[in-house]
């Protein structure tokens, strides 16, 4: 439909969307305006498309409606602008903490913190509605799967020690390392012990305060269960069982009174109401042990996914923070963040690389396992790309830096992991809508059984009540909003330390829906560089030398068949000799006078624009080598054909294994996509074991092959990311290999260690997740069927039900947590 020109279109990208109902929140909301003539939202790439007339409507008063709902806005820009901004990029999320930076008003300060304590998805969005309330802040971001909190703030309206006080009057702990900002105490402060130790460290039980809580909560209801079964008052034993909900249910309470004002209604909330209606029925135990129940299994189930974090913090811990750099002659350490793009860093054996780079002096072999997951250290000489928080084992190296680090590989791996274990998978979204519509009816349903009997037949109050009570517990659909997530974070973490990099819980389902793959040759099958596949001589010379004859001509040479000679002939320890005379003609070849003698290496016209005939037979040899799919490469004298060289592009040496593995997992379909001639594609295909080739093909042909490829199924595409872009974007999913910048730009799933055989265990893990996640959102819809049941007829009390509740939960989460040990087999 045409615009008129007074229209105005424009994009917003918004955080704080947890699910496909927030986004038709904020599309009702923004159509509502007048002025507004339409508005469309998405989830998955929380981007706001509107359109509006300026004339009724300002772009301010549309911010103030999105922030109005609780959510972030974080750039706009023009949709009809040549020149778009980074927001409406589609790589825009990669450098997103960095992109934002131009978000924040000039003097802004930024933090980046560490919050510990948060032990659901709930958690991160109180804190981050909490710290949005504040005036000054301009955007803040927290993430429940990393911890991370991300604030940008105005100080000459906000202070450090108001936001320290809005943060620990929610109940939570903050490590945090500043940007543009002084240090300060009360944000700096770290605990004790790492969420990593709380899996395996008693002491956390009793230095920390939700152990503390638990124990208390516990020795609370145990004292109050004790004197309430002897002949003294009854209200010692309540103010024993008021010890363990006061120390437990406190944060429970805190956080439930912040949904309400928020109007929403979370586990705290009706966990909070149901404790209250205990206490008003004169149910005191209950009320302790439900509270006691619910804090042990929700810092049980923090602990449990802290587990999954590490893969993301091992990332985190492997760059130094400081790098040796050569200035004025001499060697300094500074701080990583200080080191710019084209100085010269120092790494000595046993240190770990600061910064990305090319070596520009030294040699040595470089343990580059923490990025790549190759066991095998590479050696590394002068030219070589080094990454950061890759190990230098043997030799000195000086390494020219070629990405800052807030640019290097290993921080876009972190940011493109965090992105991912935050993403939502399509069964997490179902997930989502299903409990949107549960929770409310079940809360209704708990009304109803509160109100009906007691009013419409005279039965007792506190019996439905407490019923009722048990209902509101039942309508936690706990299990069932964790099943998901717990099983995607887990799976990306164990992926993660593999060399495989999912860029979502999208990409990490449709991989184990394939029916089809689809290989690019070049780069991807094969190496992408010619090696010699043999050597043809006549009975005039042997083979040994004419690869002498011809290496010694190719030595000076940069055409990458040159280069595949000469590395066969060092390969076989020869002594080549110095050509005298040396020429070259464009497109054809060279030759040159080695000792008396005149040689040629090159193609056909080479040989016929000197006039050397080739025969019947040298002709025969020739063709032999094209059907196999070579290049030949024609070496002779002034007088007559020697005999050739046939080059070809290698395979990879995993390739064959790597196919085999792939059909050995179920992946029957594998199709190669090429540019090559159909005899250069046939004979590859036949080497590693593929049945259907295309060659010859376009980029525009690949592409097309793709979209056809689908119409018989879920079709993904492995490729280099380099000329194949077009049907990698194409494809259901795509798998990139090869140079990890290029890759990580181009890609659903990026293979890291650079190894084929890396997809086979991608696929596997993927289709074992999806079966988890299944069993999950079985388990836990059985589980509350049950208990609905249950509760409608009073069969189990509010105890049994926050213990199913929780028992659920752990359940799940210790189910998903399995897929982090998910090794290649």
């Not at 424009?10 to 496909?20: A, E, K, N, S």
């Amino acid at each position: 439909m045409s615009k008129t020109p007074s229209l105005k279109s424009q994009q917003f990208r918004v955080t704080g969307m947890d699910c496909g109902s927030c986004a038709s929140t904020i599309e009702v909301a923004l159509q509502r305006l007048n002025g507004v003539i339409k508005a469309s939202v998405s989830f998955a790439t929380q981007k706001v498309k509107i359109t509006y007339n300026p004339a009724e409507i300002g772009e301010q008063a549309i911010h103030d409606r999105i922030k109005a709902l609780g959510y972030t806005l974080l750039a706009t820009c023009e949709v009809d602008n040549v020149h778009t901004h980074s927001c409406c990029d589609h790589n825009h999320d990669l450098h997103e903490h960095k992109h934002s930076q131009s978000n924040v008003a000039l003097g802004a300060k930024t933090i980046d913190a560490k919050i510990i304590g948060m032990d659901c998805a709930n958690c991160a969005k109180t804190v981050e509605a909490g710290l949005r309330q504040l005036i000054g802040v301009s955007k803040v971001s927290v993430s429940f799967t990393t911890e991370r909190l991300q604030l940008s703030y105005d100080p000459q309206l906000l202070q450090q020690d108001t936001i320290c006080d809005r943060i620990k009057h929610l109940g939570y702990t903050v490590e945090v390392n500043e940007t543009n900002s002084h240090h300060h105490d009360c944000l700096s402060e770290k605990p004790k012990l790492t969420q990593s130790q709380t899996t395996t460290n008693w002491k956390f039980w009793i230095h920390n305060r939700r152990g503390q809580s638990v124990i208390l909560a516990g020795v609370g209801l145990l004292f109050g269960l004790i004197v309430q079964n002897l002949p003294l008052p009854i209200w010692i034993a309540r103010a024993f069982y008021s010890v363990g909900i006061v120390v437990a249910g406190y944060p429970v309470a805190r956080a439930g009174l912040f949904e309400l004002r928020l109007r929403r209604a979370d586990m705290n909330l009706l966990m909070s109401i149901s404790v209250i209606g205990a206490i008003i029925l004169g149910d005191w135990f209950e009320a302790a042990l439900v509270v006691f129940l619910f804090s042990l299994g929700s810092t049980l189930q923090l602990f449990s996914i802290g587990r999954t974090r590490n893969a993301i913090q091992a990332l985190m811990d492997l760059t130094p923070t400081t790098a040796t750099v050569k200035r004025n002659g001499k060697e300094e350490t500074v701080s990583i963040e200080s080191v710019q793009v084209g100085e010269i860093i120092t790494i000595r054996p046993g240190q770990r690389v600061a910064l990305d780079g090319l070596v520009v002096s030294g040699t040595s072999a470089v343990d580059q396992s923490p990025i790549t997951g190759e066991s095998i250290p590479e050696d590394k000489d002068i030219g070589d790309i080094v990454y950061a928080g890759t190990i230098n084992q043997t030799g000195f190296l000086e390494i020219k830096v070629t990405h800052i680090a807030s640019d290097t590989t290993v921080a876009k791996i972190i940011h493109l992991v965090e992105e991912a274990q935050e993403s939502r998978a399509p069964s997490q979204l179902w997930v989502d809508k299903f409990a949107a519509i549960y929770t409310p009816i079940v809360i209704l349903i708990a009304f109803a059984i509160a109100l009906i009997p007691p009013l419409a037949f005279a039965q007792r109050f506190d019996i439905w009540v407490y019923r009722a009570l048990v209902m509101l517990v039942i309508a936690c659909p706990c299990s069932l909003v964790i099943s998901t997530p717990v099983s995607i974070i887990s799976a990306i973490g164990a992926a993660t330390r593999q060399g495989v990099l999912f860029k979502g819980g999208h990409a990490l389902e449709t991989a184990g829906r394939l029916n089809t793959l689809a290989f690019d040759k070049t780069g991807t099958i094969t190496r992408g560089l010619p090696l010699v596949q043999g050597i043809y001589n006549t009975d005039k010379i042997s083979a040994e030398t004419l690869l002498l004859i011809a290496a010694s001509l190719e030595v000076q040479s940069e055409h990458p068949l040159a280069k595949a000679i000469v590395t066969e002939a060092k390969n076989r320890e020869m002594d080549l000799a110095t050509p005298d005379n040396f020429k070259s003609l464009t497109g054809q070849g060279i030759w040159a006078n080695l000792g008396e003698k005149i040689y040629l290496v090159g193609n056909r016209r080479l040989f016929k624009e000197v006039g050397i005939p080739l025969s019947t037979q040298d002709q025969s040899i020739l063709n032999k080598i094209e059907t196999l799919g070579q290049t030949p490469v024609l070496v002779g004298n002034d007088k007559e054909f020697l005999g050739a060289i046939g080059a070809s592009d290698g395979l990879r040496l995993e390739a064959t294994e790597a196919l085999r593995q792939l059909q050995r997992v179920g992946l029957k379909r594998l199709v190669m996509l090429t540019g090559d001639r159909n005899a250069v594609a046939k004979q590859i295909a036949q080497s590693v074991g593929i049945n259907e080739y295309r060659a010859e093909l376009l980029p525009q042909d690949k592409l097309n092959q793709i979209q056809q490829l689908r119409r018989t199924g879920i079709v993904g595409m492995v490729g280099d990311g380099i000329n194949d872009a077009p049907a990698l974007a194409a494809a259901d999913i795509s798998f990139a290999l090869g140079t990890i910048d290029i890759a990580l730009e181009t890609a659903d799933v990026v293979l890291v260690g650079n190894d084929l055989r890396k997809l086979a265990y991608a696929i596997n893990l993927s289709r074992r997740t999806v079966t988890v996640i299944q069993q999950n959102v079985v388990f836990s819809l059985l589980t509350k069927a049950l208990f609905l049941l249950l509760g409608t007829f009073g069969i189990v009390g509010l105890a049994v039900a926050v213990l199913a509740d929780t028992g659920s939960s752990l359940l799940v989460t210790a189910n998903g947590m399995r897929l982090f040990k998910q090794t290649p087999k």
